[in-house]
């Protein structure tokens, strides 16, 4: 009866920073809608605020605290979770009244700090979650973090002190999910970690059990197995954050034969080897250049997408022309630059010979007008051929969509014009017919 029915308390969730951080957003909200909360869109009219925030930047740690004080100043009643709860004072000095401060992947204090402020009114009948939990992004495609924290020391990145080392997720876990997901409809599983080629060293490898109607089968948690396994599933598999170690030539088997995308998104963040010494990437002595040229025989498709820091401490304009030249020798497909920003903690920011400002941007600049002759000539290559592309939203000349070569949200998509309309999540072969800088456009001629 509607009077004796109580009201179900209300959570706006604020989701910042990059997919790892998307994914421990679903899961507290996954556990916030088992236990009866709602979700609304708007702070005003919430019952509480939960803002994950990113750290890791600067600038991200200003849109972090603009965010909180934007909740403070709508709602009141604000949990800040996420990398910069790692440095709760930063917080409590701009915002002393939230309410609680957790740190990341730390699920069970976000919930019992939202439980102290609005306590659960759990119906078992009427708060049902969908079995593959509550994902934030579209139901067509779905992140799949398969490991938490990182053991490398890269001197930029503070994430090792945020997150810790290495903890991968055993492989029969991991697949699990991912065919739940695949169960309740999403085509396209985006693999992320923070390095997702060193997934499963912390368990030496060690094989877990996964069930299958099929049967059981024993997979190995290893980067190369667990993508032979979500091979299997039936949907796209791309892979992120994949660093050059040697075993991932192995890999391009796996895309030469169509069991995952054609796709790698490598950080490499730099091309000169003096350069990346200083940064202390992981492989970063790996012969590149030839490896890649190799891959590119066995897999003539393959898209690279990378990122790649600008104005380095001690970067000499030999060494940015270095990586200039790299972009257009290797070809990398889509690539996104930052200009160095110091982070609070990071061993970079005492490196000598700080590149000025002003250089800096002029790198940048460099660098985009690079990257963007490379993608526009890579791109070109794809008119006139057929493409199977993703329909990511659906318009009244056809939709938008993606190839195998675009990841959500970072590359490129598709304009796709179509004699019928297109559904969100289906996959039509497109012929492409014009090519941009960073976008595509064609007809469908197949569904
Ligand atoms: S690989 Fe390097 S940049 Fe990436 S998370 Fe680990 S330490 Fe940071």
Redesign the pocket.
Known sequence: MAETAQKSPRISFVSLGCPKALVDSERIVTRLRAEGYELTKTHAGADLVIVNTCGFLDSAKAESLKAIGDALAENGKVVVTGCMGAEPDQITAAHPGVLAITGPQQYESVLTAVHAAVPPQHDPFLDLVPDQGVKLTPRHYAYLKISEG?????T?????KL?GDLVSRPAGEVLREAEKLVKAGVKELLVIS??TSAYGQDLRYAPSLWKRADGEKEVATRFLDLAAALGELGAWVRLH?V?PYPHVDAVMDLMAAGKVLPYLDI?F?HASPSVLRRM???AAQEKTLARIQAWREKVPDLTLRSTFIVGFPGETEAEFQELLDFLDAAEIDRAGAFKFEPVAGAPANALENPVPDEVKAERYDRFMRTQQVVSARRLKRKVGTRQQVIIDSVTPFGGIGRTKGDAPEIDGTVKVSARRPLRVGEIATVKIEASGPYDLSGTAVGF
Not at 150 to 154: E, I, L, Q
Not at 156 to 160: A, E, G, L, Q, S
């Open positions: 990182c053991s490398n020391r890269c930029f990145c503070i994430i090792p997150r923070q390095d954050y660093y950080p963040q202390k990437r992981p």
